[in-house]
């Protein structure tokens, strides 16, 4: 297995537009967790699915952020508009019994 | 209810002498935790697991931890720091499939 998957890698846009980050876990795995990181914070759980479904999204900032995992092969999260403060590394983990797979993360700056 | 706490936001060792990160954990149940590493602009990897055998786990690179559970902690060590083990260290602490981080240990590691 490839591990888990995250695109783009690197995105950097302008306050106001809409970005979208992309997750495939690994196959067979029942939970997949978004996090994000900063210096000042440190690592976020934002949200966490079982089996698709949405389980937990307390961590989310506010509305402008989104999640979605319409199969158990794909995720995304999006932040509508996005503003200087989201610039982060947001990363995307699988797990099946507790273990922790995390992918490389997607690196967020908002000009 | 979980948490964990890491007593140390910085460690700084030279080459070659002994490495302690340590970790306290709270938990109603009998938890599992983890030891991850994050080196600079990298994804989360798994250094090492406790899920209720043996209570001194081994891990990669030359790493292992001890559950106490009268102490309720979960420290890792190394006898000998390398250069290449400069990181971020995470303890987690997870009662089922939903974990909790700590804030994260900076190890430095001095020539």
């Known amino acids: 297995d490839a591990g888990v998957i995250q695109s783009p890698r690197h995105e950097v846009t302008e306050m106001g537009q809409e970005v979208t980050l992309r997750c495939k876990p690994i196959?067979?795995?029942?939970?997949l967790f978004w996090y994000r990181q900063t210096m000042m914070r440190g690592l976020e759980l934002l949200i966490y699915f079982n089996n698709n479904v949405p389980i937990d999204d307390s961590g989310m900032p506010e509305d402008r952020f989104s999640a979605k995992m319409p199969n158990a092969s794909f995720s995304t999260l999006k932040i509508q508009p996005s503003e200087p403060r989201d610039s982060a590394v947001y990363f995307c983990?699988?797990?099946?019994?507790?273990?922790?797979?995390f992918g490389p993360g997607t690196r967020l700056t908002v000009l | 209810a979980q948490s964990v706490t890491q007593l140390d936001s910085h460690v700084s060792v030279s080459e070659g002498t002994p490495v302690l990160l340590r970790c306290n954990y709270s938990s109603s149940y009998s938890p599992s935790l983890f030891w991850y590493v994050q080196h600079p602009n990298k994804g989360l990897q798994l250094l090492l697991k406790y899920t209720s055998a043996a209570t001194l786990v081994k891990g990669i690179n030359g790493f292992e931890a001890e559950f106490k559970k009268s102490e309720t902690s979960f420290h890792l060590t190394k006898p000998s720091a390398h250069m290449s083990d400069a990181a971020e260290y995470f303890c987690?602490?997870?009662?089922?499939?939903?974990?909790?981080f700590g804030r994260g240990t900076s190890l430095i590691v001095h020539p």
């Open positions: 196959s067979g795995h029942d939970y």
């Open positions: 983990a699988s797990s099946l019994v507790g273990e922790q797979f």
């Open positions: 987690v602490v997870s009662e089922g499939y939903i974990p909790t």
